[in-house]
């Protein structure tokens, strides 16, 4: 009964968030491009390197204990009285050392306006770290529908806001504060939701000599936070590395050019991986491991036929959509777009799979991965540089998906899957995807290239409907809710 359970929460769990994420992420597009018109490539470097280190405190503020709240079974309120403790504590010492450190990381960046940013690091580091502590909750208590609603309004009273405000005030301040500003909507509306906590929590949270319990839960779980802090500073860090490394070598408006190409790829792909790692990291930590595996394998097929696929349709579009819609200002990103297909294409694989050596109680796995990648991440940047930004761009992306396609091994290694069988069956059907994204490239050089493009890759879904049919059904049964629902479909 609780392995049906767990799989009728994946399905329901997953259908909710990727409505709503896709519904959040139409109406960001939008937004972006209405500010794209509106901002410089300079201000969009500025708020992209800004929010990149804000991401990287707020993971060290909470010191992989969010992670070990969700997957452990035993002192739930323990972990979270440790979680929230510790939260505090780190966000005055975060904030602090931000502080007298801002004009430092200004110069570092090439951007003074960055170091003005940073002394605001008090206030907003608060709002991401409650809001993380409360996302942990939620998602602990699969609480998937209210973490949807709690990012959709999140979404709802930033655009709105932000549509007003950078329309009179068209500074990348206001871009930041009203940014966070729907952060804080989204932490408010999940601390409502979120059952009552127990008295004995809200007692001793601010309590200094109940940090002691805080401390015992810190260093029985050492080994398992430090890998798991180390991890999640470097995934972040070599994720965003053209920005986070690449913003110390040069210009901002480069930073700009590269997060618009990210936010313009990015979208489709955040609407299936944000929606999927939602649910799966708290619903695999209660499975069996061989329900586990049957469920990313139907996940992988549904990538590989349907998802990689769109994400070629949806980059092919984008260079005919983008000179139509903003003119010449952003034409210097399409390159980075098509070198970002690699990136996003395999990080649909590996993202929402990240937490399995998590779930596994096997972190350290993932932590020499981290490192290995950072390593030739920052390697390939390197070298890249040497001919220009966008080359760097390339052999980033080019890295990147090697190393994701390793970890997606050694995950199913992990499973307890054999890695020579895993490695042939994915790179047997990753072949035609490849296929169709280089006739696609190719075919967007022509005169009538949109035309036969799109042509292309109609026949591509006809095809795949009568080879497999059972890929379309697959999607519909996350996307549409049965008529008469089976716990154990």
């Known amino acids: 009964d609780r392995l049906k359970s767990s799989d009728q929460l994946l399905t329901h769990g997953i259908r909710w968030t990727l409505v709503t994420t896709i519904i959040r992420r139409v109406i ?31 993971s060290i503020g909470t010191l992989g204990l969010d992670f070990h709240y969700i997957t452990s079974d035993r002192n739930t309120n323990l972990n979270l009285l440790s979680l929230s403790q510790f939260g505090i504590i780190l966000w005055l010492a975060l904030s602090l050392v931000s502080i007298f450190m801002a004009s430092l990381i200004g110069n570092i960046y090439h951007s003074p306006q960055l170091g003005w940013l940073m002394l605001a690091t008090f206030p907003i580091l608060g709002i991401e770290l409650l809001r993380t502590i409360l996302r942990a909750q939620a998602q602990k208590s699969l609480m998937f529908r209210e973490l949807a609603l709690a990012e959709t309004l999140n979404v709802l009273l930033y655009s709105a806001l932000a549509l007003v405000g950078l329309f009179f005030i068209r500074k990348v301040w206001l871009y930041v504060g009203l940014f966070y500003l729907g952060n804080l909507a989204e932490a408010l509306f999940l601390k409502r939701a979120l059952p009552p906590l127990a008295h004995g929590i ?224 994915l790179m047997s059907r990753l072949l035609i995807p490849a296929i169709l994204g280089l006739s696609v490239i190719r075919l967007g050089g022509l005169r009538h290239g949109l035309y036969y493009g799109t042509t292309l890759l109609i026949v591509y879904f006809g095809i795949l409907y009568l080879i497999d049919p059972g890929v379309y059904s697959d999607l519909k049964r996350l996307l549409l809710p049965a008529k008469n629902p089976d716990p154990a479909s």
């Open 202 to 425: 809200k007692r001793r949270m601010l309590c200094p000599k109940c940090l002691k319990y805080s401390l015992a839960v810190l260093k029985q779980n050492l080994s398992f936070l430090s890998n798991v802090l180390a991890i999640n500073v470097l995934q972040i860090y070599a994720g965003n590395a053209p920005v986070l490394f690449l913003g110390m070598l040069a210009e901002p408006a480069r930073m700009g050019l590269y997060f618009f190409a990210t936010q313009m790829i990015g979208v489709p792909v955040g609407m299936l991986t944000g929606a999927v790692s939602q649910v799966f990291f708290p619903v695999f930590a209660v499975q069996q491991r061989s329900v586990t595996i049957a469920n990313i394998r139907r996940y992988t097929s549904l990538i590989l036929w349907l998802g990689i696929p769109l994400l070629i349709c949806y980059a092919f579009g984008l260079q005919y959509l983008i000179p139509l819609f903003l003119g010449d200002k952003w034409n210097a990103a399409l390159p980075l777009i098509y070198y970002l297909v690699l990136f996003y294409g395999t990080s649909l694989l590996h993202h929402p799979i990240s937490a399995v050596p998590v779930i596994c109680r096997k972190p350290h796995y993932e932590l020499i991965w981290n490192v290995i990648s950072t390593i030739l991440r920052l390697a390939a940047l390197a070298w890249g540089f040497r001919y220009g930004y966008d080359y760097a761009v390339l052999s980033f992306c080019l890295a990147s998906a090697v190393l994701h396609l390793s970890f997606y091994f050694m995950s199913l290694v992990l499973l307890g899957e054999k890695l020579v069988s895993s490695i042939v069956s």
């Open 28 to 58: 960001s597009l939008l937004l972006f491009l209405v500010i794209a018109g509106w901002l410089s490539q300079t201000d969009f470097g500025i708020f992209r390197s800004y929010s990149l280190i804000l991401l990287l405190l707020t």
